[in-house]
């Protein structure tokens, strides 16, 4: 645990297990999917053991709300929750979505669910996540009847995960390498890496005010923390709309391509010590992922497995990311 870093609030509880959450969404559904580019909130209740928690609800996100038939949504909890509850304490959340309704996008769900869990092996400045089985209950009536339970899950809110790790999130337009916490960059380039995830940077996003795409900034002690997200277009998740940018010139993006900045060689060798050392631990979340059928299960494995044979050498693969590393 990194200096500064305390256990606090009653926030905390929704992502202090791993057991899957039986949640029902109750509301104007159909109106909330087919106006999703206003992003207007709309009132409906989250039932969650057997209790009603009242709720505004929108869609969310950039380019899924494109490719996606059912887009991601953000949770209001405008009075926190009741207390005692499981969800005392939340503001707005992020809810990850399933994309369409087939059973591809259900492994969809679940293998970026797997990605956030495998970065929180590597770090404790890591999102935390928790997997959900979510009942839509449309008030319209116009949802079909067999898209309405699909997994999901939530994300801690960047507030939350702030006051967790001790620090405060930065909005800023660019981010000088010197101030980054080393050791956290490291890791993240490895652990980019071993997901075939391309789709983040360090540097402004297209649209966007502040630096990064796909991540965030959090000031700790006075380093600067780079926290991933969105792994949706990740080897590891491989979704149908899944394509490498054309600059790469990568045929699939189950290629891995190494996107870290050059650093320091001994800090990234062990980064890539301690993801090796984490073998096992890795392998045991795709294996005991509830839900995952046991043919993605398998392929997930074997897909991890070829970062875990190249890094054996860590010698060579630490040489190939020197070879590839961002100026």
Request: a negative charge; aromatic letters at 10%; one cysteine or more.
């Amino acid at each position: 645990m990194y200096l500064g870093m305390c256990p606090t609030a009653s926030a905390e509880s929704l992502f202090e297990d791993d057991a899957v959450i039986d949640v029902e969404l109750i509301g104007p559904l159909h109106t909330l999917i087919e106006n999703k580019e206003i992003r207007e909130e709309h009132p409906f209740v989250l039932r969650a053991n057997g209790i009603d928690h009242r709720v505004l609800v929108r869609v969310r996100g950039k380019s899924r709300i494109r490719v996606c038939d059912f887009p991601p949504l953000r949770i209001n909890f405008e009075n926190g929750g009741p207390e005692h509850t499981t969800f005392h304490g939340q503001d707005k959340l992020k809810l990850v979505t399933h994309c369409r309704d087939s059973d591809r996008s259900e492994t969809d769900v679940l293998e970026e669910y797997l990605a956030y869990r495998i970065f929180g092996l590597m770090t404790d400045v890591a999102y935390r996540v928790r997997l959900l089985r979510l009942t839509y209950t449309d008030s319209d009536q116009r949802l079909h009847q067999e898209a309405r339970v699909h997994s999901g899950f939530a994300i801690e809110s960047i507030e939350h995960f702030s006051e967790r790790v001790g620090g405060v999130p930065e909005h800023l337009s660019s981010v000088y390498l010197s101030r980054l916490n080393s050791e956290q960059a490291a890791i993240v380039y490895v652990f980019q890496y071993l997901i075939g995830n391309t789709d983040w940077s360090l540097v402004l996003a297209e649209n966007d005010d502040a630096c990064c795409h796909n991540g965030d900034l959090i000031a700790i002690d006075k380093e600067i923390f780079y926290v991933p997200y969105d792994f949706d277009l990740a080897g590891i998740v491989n979704t149908v709309y899944a394509k490498p940018d054309p600059s790469f010139r990568m045929r699939s993006v189950r290629s891995r391509r190494y996107r870290g900045f050059c650093m320091d060689n001994a800090t990234l060798h062990e980064a890539i010590r301690k993801v090796n050392a984490l073998k096992a631990d890795i392998l045991a979340l795709v294996n005991d992922l509830p839900g995952l059928p046991d043919k993605d299960a398998k392929q997930t494995a074997s897909y991890l497995m070829q970062f875990f044979d190249k890094a054996e050498n860590e010698k060579k693969l630490l040489k190939s990311f020197e070879s590839r590393c961002l100026d």
